[in-house]
Nanobody, 125 residues
Framework: QVQLVESGGGYVQAGGSLNLSCAASGGLPSNIYVMGWFRQAPGKEREWVAAISWRDGIQYYGDPAKGRFAISRDKAKNTVYLEMKSLKPEDTGVYYC?????????????????WGQGTQVTVSS
């Protein structure tokens, strides 16, 4: 059973940085395609932030992340990271990591098979 646990969220002022982690326990599916990050702001739908191909480390970024966030992974630790810089108040929300086994669908949350519980990120102005 894949279990994902996010950590690293918190409270930061605008312009600051946070580093999120998502550790998978219980192993990862052998046909894993990507691990990704999504976020959900209060009153809004969950949106895709970034994803990384588990096999070869190719990174994919959504508009909220381009130029400010960096996704990486440590295969030995079954962990994916999200380094966030130049944070803005609109980055506030709960950040979720997920695992997808569906090829070519890194931005579609419906194609993610496993999810973590989320970690809160709050950016003050």
């Amino acid at each position: 059973q894949v279990q994902l646990v996010e950590s690293g969220g918190g409270y930061v002022q605008a312009g600051g940085s946070l580093n999120l982690s998502c550790a998978a326990s219980g192993g990862l599916p052998s046909n894993i395609y990507v691990m990704g990050w999504f976020r959900q702001a209060p009153g809004k739908e969950r949106e895709w932030v970034a994803a990384i191909s588990w096999r070869d480390g190719i990174q994919y970024y959504g508009d909220p992340a381009k130029g400010r966030f960096a996704i990486s992974r440590d295969k030995a630790k079954n962990t994916v990271y999200l380094e966030m810089k130049s944070l803005k108040p609109e980055d506030t929300g709960v950040y979720y990591c997920g695992v997808s086994t569906w090829f070519g669908t890194w931005s579609n949350q419906a194609k993610y098979d496993y999810w973590g519980q989320g970690t809160q990120v709050t950016v003050s102005s």
